[in-house]
């Protein structure tokens, strides 16, 4: 059997198949996208995220800096520092994290920290994403860890959420100084 | 008056002259080395910071992941935590952290979030400083906010705790292989 073949057999697979995986990714991605939606009804900037291991939902995170009076609140950050808790142990390894934007720096940083193997997420962000859009940390190649990045996934629906949040934003802003004058 | 004797009049100026700086900064990256040392006792990698505002001292933080089973508390994201929850606001504009390391990616991440004013790190970090030794974030543009940093202070002194701290852990990996022969 040739290293192809052996690669194709389901026993020796690491991974399910790319149609499975695409299910799999745009599954958790929904799940994060509820996380981001209950965020934007506490008033934050509607980010979510989900962290899994085989398949198995470990712990969740929305973005909370205003409610927690915390810069480093971000989705991603809450959901690992969650299923640290939940694991008792600081590496997260064979865990996926599936987050509605493209991370940015910090938490790219933190990601890595936690020896995440994989990493989904939904929207680019051109303006700090720091996995494709300003930087490409976790595969540069300049640090001591890598890990594998897929994205955008559900980029329509992630998007979406942030264009509705600050467009009802603005027009309350525009609101208020109408009713000022 | 022209604007050079404008800036050294000391009623115009808006931070101490550089002899005067350099002691404050000597005087903050000391406290930071005790936190460190703090850090070492409790087998964590001894790194230690501070947050300052107007010369005084807002809040502390130690690295500390593998006892709070957190890959996020780094030394700077504690200080950075506890400050914004004294604070009660998760923007720390017009503080100094003081950091016995130059900051990781994930570190200054946080310290750009909070909108810290201006970081002055300890040792250089070659395997994964993240704003001078591997990447120059903060200051290379490519984000929408920057600070001012200054670095390395102390560094022989920050240095040697992590050479100390590593060569002791070295020496007992070293003397349990010889125990168990």
Chains 1, 2 share one sequence.
């Not at 509607?46 to 609140?73: C, F, M, Q, Y």
């Not at 720096?105 to 020896?115: F, P, T």
């Not at 998007?159 to 525009?174: P, S």
Request: glycine share 8%; hydrophobic share 40%; charged share 25%.
């Amino acid at each position: 059997m040739d290293s192809g073949n052996a690669e194709l057999h389901p026993e020796n697979r690491s991974l399910p198949p790319p149609d499975d995986m695409v299910g799999c990714d745009e599954k958790w991605i929904k799940k994060a996208i509820l996380e981001a939606m209950a965020a934007a009804a506490q008033g934050e900037v509607p980010i979510g995220a989900v962290l899994v291991k085989d398949d198995e939902l470990i712990s969740t995170g929305r973005n909370s800096p205003i409610a927690l009076n915390d810069p480093t609140a971000h989705a991603e950050i809450n959901a690992i520092r969650a299923a640290a808790a939940t694991l008792k142990n600081y590496r997260l390894v064979g865990t996926t994290l599936y987050v509605t934007l493209e991370p940015c720096v910090m938490c790219i940083g933190a990601i890595l920290h936690a020896r995440i193997d994989r990493l989904v997420y939904g929207a680019r962000d051109p303006k700090s994403g720091a996995v494709s859009s300003i930087y490409n940390i976790g595969q540069d190649g300049l640090l001591n860890h890598t890990l594998e990045i897929e994205g955008p996934v559900l980029e329509h629906e992630c998007a979406a959420l942030l264009k509705d949040f600050f467009g009802k934003k603005r027009q309350i802003r525009k609101q208020a100084r109408a009713d000022s004058i």
